[in-house]
């Protein structure tokens, strides 16, 4: 898509890679020019109005050029910019017209708002009644701060809803740990099933007998370090309009950055040392949860779908080290049909 926009715009078809020091201070210059502009865009926007009413009245009347009609040219010019100004407060005011009457059942894409139980209480559940068999009327609800307090209760009750599970409480929950990393757990991956342990359940049983079972599986190396041809090919296949959260880092980035040898190079590294010395980055710890319809229409709340979005980056290499290298091995190896 670069490429292609390179040649609309007439640029040269071939790239020349810069240096980094370069690239920043490109950057810094840029920026200094875009805070310069903003200081005087009353001005430009005048610039721009006047340019752009004078060209469509020379467009409709090309006799104006001639210098004795010059006069005439100003003046309707002036009467082109009052006309362009007008269509554009026009326009402001049909879009918040369209806007106040739409449906209310129909959504621009965002959560602006919800249907709740309607109850004498804004409270979500447990405090109010459990939207999943609430069977009376609802309400719809558009004032944020509700819509905030609704959406984390609910979503707190979807992460949680593992809880009730041996595994999510209890004494074998207990044994194992919140990382099942304890002795017992490392125990029962050696063979060894957790004594004097409860099981009532009998898929309890069998999952702590198939974790307890060896696998015969050849050695096997999965790869954790992202190469920059891997990187290269890894962000060539993303489409730039993918969503990521609000870093700052958006899928265009990293798409431009493949471009630069060295720059992916950086890039791959970073996208690589936490798998090789063993830690998790800051930025790599928070993600953003969007909350979508799951029909359009009907936001129930107990009907919002949620949507995570990782730092791009963590992603990819989630996607690299788990899609190109672990699956290939589960599947040599018969863990996976």
């Known amino acids: 898509m670069i490429q292609q926009s390179r040649g609309r715009a007439g640029f040269s078809a071939t790239i020349d890679p810069l240096d980094l020091p370069t690239v920043v201070f490109n950057l810094r210059i840029a920026l200094l020019s875009m805070r310069s502009l903003q200081k005087s865009h009353v001005e430009l926007r005048e610039q721009y109005l006047d340019g752009l009413a004078e060209a469509i009245v ?62 004498d209480t804004f409270e979500p559940f447990p405090i109010g009644p459990d939207p999943k068999s609430w069977s009376c009327p609802w309400r719809s609800v558009t004032d944020p701060t509700i819509i905030s307090q609704q959406i984390r209760s609910a979503n707190l009750c979807q992460y949680n809803q593992a809880e009730a599970t041996p595994f999510g409480s209890g004494q074998l929950a207990n044994l194992m740990g919140p990382f099942a990393d304890s002795s017992p757990a490392v125990a ?69 950055v493949v471009e630069d040898s060295c720059l992916c190079q950086l890039h791959a590294s970073m996208m690589s040392i936490p798998y090789l010395t063993g830690f998790s980055p800051i930025r790599w710890r928070s993600v953003v949860d969007v909350m979508l319809e799951k029909t359009k229409g009907e936001p129930k709340i107990q009907h919002l779908r949620i949507i995570v979005l990782l730092k791009r980056d963590f992603n990819q290499v989630i996607e690299f080290s788990l899609q190109d290298s672990s699956v290939c091995i589960w599947k040599t190896t018969s863990c996976v049909p």
């Open 58 to 119: 020379l467009d409709k009347h090309p006799h104006l050029q001639k210098k004795e009609n010059v006069g005439s040219l100003y003046h309707l010019t002036e009467k082109q910019v009052e006309h362009l100004i007008k269509r554009e407060q026009c326009h402001r005011m049909y879009k918040s017209s369209d806007l106040a009457l739409l449906d209310p059942s129909h959504s621009l894409g965002g959560i602006s708002r919800i249907d709740i139980p309607a109850t």
């Open 188 to 256: 029962l991956l050696s063979g060894m099933l957790p004594p004097n342990v409860e099981l009532p359940l009998k898929e309890t049983q069998t999952i702590l007998s198939n974790l307890s079972r060896p696998l015969s599986l050849a050695p096997q190396t999965i790869l954790s370090e992202l190469s920059p041809d891997q990187f290269r090919s890894t962000y060539k296949k993303v489409k730039e309009n993918t969503s990521s959260s609000p870093s700052g880092r958006h899928a265009g980035h990293y798409k431009v």
